[in-house]
């Protein structure tokens, strides 16, 4: 599809360009090198101009050949004309480099527009929350710094317990998630069952969450995306960063090249306390996890650019039971456990944006006045390896995702619509075996193929009305299963401060995690794809919310939500290897509630957000319904950064209703019938306990409060940045149940709490240079 009009629109452009040229070039801070978005750039004397976009990007196309000065303005910065010669048929690059300054009108002191801002200008964006790497800087850390675990902080993001930062958006399940690495799909970018994410903290530029009711481009989840963006270096000379926390050490470096039309960034992490612990003593640590990224740009003209994205992670944890030296576990034979998982990511795109021209008629409905060209190609793997006892039991489960994806989209001043496509190829195997019995237990083999087309246009209806409305046509090979599903989403401005916003949207899941949502640790994943046997999932969103901005930094937002869940699946700890198709149970649910995020923007010394949550959410299966285990009521986080000369201090509070676990009510021995000796016994194996469960998830955990605590001083050292830091997790040691163990051997039978993380404090520093 992207060929064909490639085809029909470059000699369009061509017809243009021989009177005309472009103006292409990128806004950038000057005290600080980032990108800055927002700036109106213009040619003076015309109504040329463009707005320069999240990455400070701009392009000014069908400029008359000459002379012409371009004048750049930002509110808070002071304003730039800069002279450039364009040449007919030719692209003229400029670097715009905006110097700050404070404008005072009478006796009010305005500030620069957020990007924040312009997003709420332009687009619909319910559910949409962006945080940028300064927003997360002043976040108290766990061990290290964790973007994941500052996204679970966000409204409508519910986690389980301390020890995951699996999401739950919404009342959704966690494998609902829709997670991107520069647009490109990962699996599980969790390590060490959960505990920490996959993303290595100096390679992040910003995260997008949506969660819910997102545009007609994003298919094959059903609760929220999230989008992490990596970093691009846009200051000469070697840049680099430096972590080292208790946990792992990291390093980044990167750059520019070819006189600033490339950027490159690679970063690595590795966890070292095996390598302390074997140091220090003659005990041993068999765990270990590490990370690459490398994330490269280059622009080929102003107009065309390819970015490349790689990503590779893996955990491992090898130990032999017998080298901890226990007395028992010494005799014991063959008591060797591996357990390994990781994702690999490879992505790359290819933008290209044509020249606008005067278009009528279907030309310009389909086309517009200019036109941006996107293709991705990208493979992203996951596989998961347990092996008990050297080939005792070995599972195995790995995913093959390769795909394509296209879009065209045509810019006129009312209108931006877009075409796209997307083709994704997989492989998936799950195995069950043990090879010292030469026995397989269970073999599933999956090579299924989905197809989507969808349409979007984003509508500038009015000044005071936008609408982006859309459709995603979808299917699954090894189903034959096809889907439409409309995405409707809306805002109206009652003032300019203050917006009304809307969303429906249908949305579909094929692949699924065996994970079982009544258990509070997220170990590892194990995925199927949808076939003859197992269904496809589906949901429906409704969103009504209202946007307020209280002044020019300081940003408020409510939703009110309901989503209906069909056919969702829940792994089944009964199923029978020898038959296919009992892995899941059909569930249907719904879940309903509302959200609040009230936000100061990091334009002073002050920064942060208060977000709270109300969510109710429900499943029902052969007839019984009940509440999942991540179904809670309440969550309030207060997260806030003050930025004091070389300090920067940083607090997050939370607080949460509990979630819901089925109580043990009592307890039996099991006892068999010996027809040799005509009674009941145990077959000579002890007590055999089995407890006796209360209603499905019929109790709740109590609520749960944590204070965390952070404080960062920077030094300058020959013109590098150290900043030591020191946080402090769960700062008054609330004693917060993880979840409880029964003995109803006792009289009178006894519970015992299992607490979350105590008083932790851990420190680190961070090198830039």
């Known amino acids: 599809m992207t060929c ?152 409508g993001v519910e986690a389980r317990n301390d020890f995951s930062t699996g999401l739950n958006v919404r009342g959704g399940e966690s494998d609902q998630n ?195 060209l996107e293709q991705r190609g990208s493979l992203s793997t996951f596989s998961t390896l347990l092996d008990l006892g050297a080939g005792s039991l070995t599972l195995n489960n790995r995913v093959s995702d390769r795909r394509l994806e296209g879009s065209l989209t045509a810019h006129t001043d009312r209108h931006d619509r877009t075409w796209g496509y997307e083709v994704a190829s997989y492989g998936i195997s799950y195995v069950a075996a043990s090879s010292q019995a030469e026995t397989q237990l269970y073999n599933l083999r999956q090579h299924p193929t989905s197809g989507a087309a969808y349409f979007d246009d984003l509508w500038r209806f009015s000044p005071k009305l936008l609408l982006e409305t859309g459709v995603r046509a979808e299917g699954l090979t090894g189903r034959r299963w096809l889907a439409v599903s409309p995405r409707v989403s809306a805002k109206f401005f009652v003032t300019k401060d203050f917006a009304l916003t809307a969303a429906v949207g249908r949305f579909s899941q094929w692949t699924h995690s065996l994970n079982r949502e009544d258990i509070p640790v997220r170990l590892f994943d194990f995925w199927l794809a949808s076939d003859a046997t197992t269904p496809v999932s589906n949901a429906w969103h409704y969103i009504l919310g209202t946007e307020r901005w209280l002044s020019p930094t300081r940003y408020a937002r409510v939703e009110g939500f309901y989503k209906r869940y069909g056919r969702l699946l829940e792994s089944n700890p009964q ?62 986080n207060v997260v806030a950064s003050w930025r004091l000369k070389k300090y920067l201090l940083g607090m997050r509070f939370g607080y949460a209703t509990g979630t819901p676990y089925t109580d043990i009510v009592g307890q039996i021995v099991r006892r068999f019938y010996d027809p040799g000796l005509n009674a009941y016994g145990t077959r000579g194996s002890g007590n055999q306990v089995e407890f006796i469960g209360g209603d499905r998830n019929g109790a709740r955990l109590p609520t749960t409060q944590r204070l965390d605590l952070d404080v960062t001083r920077t030094f300058r050292v020959r013109g590098m940045a150290v900043a030591p830091y020191l946080s402090v997790v769960n700062a008054y040691d609330a004693k917060n149940v993880f979840l409880y163990i029964f003995d109803y051997s006792k009289s009178p039978p006894t519970r015992q709490a299992i607490s979350q993380f105590p008083l932790l404090p851990s420190a680190g520093v961070t090198i830039h240079f």
């Open 575 to 636: 199923e029978d290897p020898n038959v296919r198709g009992d892995e899941f149970f059909p569930v249907d649910g719904d879940s309903y509630g509302a959200d609040l995020l009230l936000r100061q923007f990091e334009s002073g010394p002050f920064s942060g957000w208060v977000s709270y949550t109300y969510a109710v959410a429900t499943r029902q299966a052969n007839g019984v319904r009940y509440f999942p285990g991540h179904d809670r009521r309440h969550d309030v």
């Open 178 to 372: 829709l997670i991107l690495l520069d647009g490109y799909p990962i699996y599980n970018p969790f390590h060490l069952g959960g505990l920490f994410s996959t993303f290595i903290d100096p390679t992040v530029r910003d995260v997008t969450l949506m969660t819910g009711g997102f545009p007609a481009r994003y298919g094959g989840r059903l609760s929220a995306v999230l989008d992490v963006r990596s970093a691009e270096e846009v200051r000469p000379g070697i840049h680099g960063t430096a972590e080292l926390s208790v946990l792992s050490s990291t390093g980044e470096l990167a750059s520019t090249f070819a006189g600033g039309k490339g950027t490159w960034m690679v970063a690595g992490r590795r966890t070292y306390a095996d390598k302390f612990v074997a140091l220090i003593s003659s005990n041993e640590l068999p765990y270990h996890f590490r990370d690459e990224q490398a994330h490269v740009t280059y622009a080929f003209t102003p107009t065309t650019k390819l970015a490349l994205t790689m990503y590779d992670g893996r955990d491992a944890l090898d130990a032999n039971i017998a080298s901890f030296g226990d007395s028992t576990s010494a005799k014991a034979s063959g008591g060797t456990f591996q357990f390994g998982w990781g994702n690999t990511v490879l992505g790359g795109t290819l933008t290209k944006t044509l020249a606008s021209r005067e278009r009528r008629g279907l030309g310009h409905f389909f086309l517009g006045d200019s036109t941006t």
């Open 4 to 155: 064909v009009l490639l085809a029909v629109a470059f000699p369009a452009a061509a017809q243009t360009a021989a009177q005309t040229g472009v103006i292409a070039g990128r806004t950038l801070d000057a005290s600080t090198g980032e990108p800055r978005p927002g700036v109106g750039v213009a040619i003076v004397g015309t109504t040329r101009g463009a707005i320069a976009d999240l990455d400070g990007r701009f392009i000014i196309p069908g400029v008359p050949a000459g002379d012409v000065s371009l004048r750049a303005r930002l509110l808070g910065f002071k304003t730039l004309e800069r002279r450039v010669i364009v040449r007919a048929g030719d692209t003229a690059r400029v670097e715009l480099r905006l110097e700050t300054e404070a404008t005072v009108l009478g006796a009010v002191k305005t500030e620069a527009k957020l990007a924040e801002r312009d997003v709420y200008e332009s687009r619909p964006s319910v559910g949409t929350v962006q945080i940028t790497a300064r927003a997360a800087e002043g976040v108290p850390k766990f061990g290290e710094p964790d973007i994941i675990r500052i996204v679970q902080l966000l409204p």
